[in-house]
Structures are given as structure tokens and as C-alpha cells.
């Protein structure tokens, strides 16, 4: 397994930006494929985007496609969360997690986590 801290959040306005930040720790980081998933109150769980451990296959959720982009960097060990035109529902607390699986859009097929932080999106 892999340790994950998060980074990044904070409060926005509508239409503005917030770049997220996944700090991996372990010998073989590069290995994992990675995923960002959100969770709103009351609500369930939900992938974001995920990137493959290369970074060159990356999904995203119909949601945010277009507004924001995942990414990462093998030298610093970080993934990224590029947030984009920013919208009121996309108010959550957001986690990165870590698979061996390649990217996958089902939070049961990921077996690290992070402790999450917070986005909120003011109208």
C-alpha cells in the first residue's frame, strides 16, 4: 500500500479554479494507477477522474468533463486535480485513492485513501 495525502481545497467562487494535490508515499507509487472521488453531503461516494500509473489513460465522470483535468507527476510523486470553471454542486470533500487496477470508476476497487479536503463553491 501506498500513503496519500491531500491538499488544495478551500472556498471559490462560481466559475473560478482549484488545483488539488496527491502526495504519494512508497518504493513503488509510480505502479498505481490513481483516482479522485468526491462525496457531498448526504450523498454517496463518486469518482471525479482517474489516471493510470504511465498517466497516459485517464476517465473522467460526464459531470466534469471538460472543466477538469487530472494529471500527474512521477518525479514529485503527485497527482493533481485541475478544477476549472467551478460550480456550486461541485461542493464536496474530495480524496484521492490508489489502485494496482489500472484507472477504475468503483471506490470498492481502490485500497489506499487519503484523509480528503474540502472544496465549497459559493454562488
Known amino acids: 500500500q501506498v500513503q496519500l495525502v491531500e491538499s488544495g481545497g478551500g472556498l471559490v467562487q462560481a466559475g473560478g479554479s482549484l488545483r488539488l494535490s496527491c502526495a504519494v508515499s512508497?518504493?513503488?507509487?509510480?505502479?498505481?494507477?490513481m483516482g479522485w472521488f468526491r462525496q457531498a453531503p448526504g450523498k454517496e461516494r463518486e469518482l471525479v477522474a482517474a489516471i493510470s500509473g504511465s498517466g497516459g489513460s485517464t476517465i473522467y465522470a460526464d459531470s466534469v468533463k471538460g472543466r477538469f483535468t487530472i494529471s500527474r507527476d512521477g518525479a514529485k510523486n503527485t497527482v493533481y486535480l485541475q478544477m476549472n470553471s467551478l460550480k456550486p454542486e461541485d461542493t464536496a470533500v474530495y480524496y484521492c485513492?490508489?489502485?494496482?487496477?489500472?484507472?477504475?470508476?468503483?471506490?470498492?476497487?481502490?485500497?489506499?485513501w487519503g484523509q480528503g479536503t474540502q472544496v465549497t463553491v459559493s454562488s
Open positions: 512508497g518504493r513503488t507509487a509510480y505502479i498505481y494507477a
Open positions: 485513492a490508489a489502485t494496482l487496477y489500472g484507472p477504475r470508476r468503483y471506490e470498492k476497487e481502490y485500497d489506499s
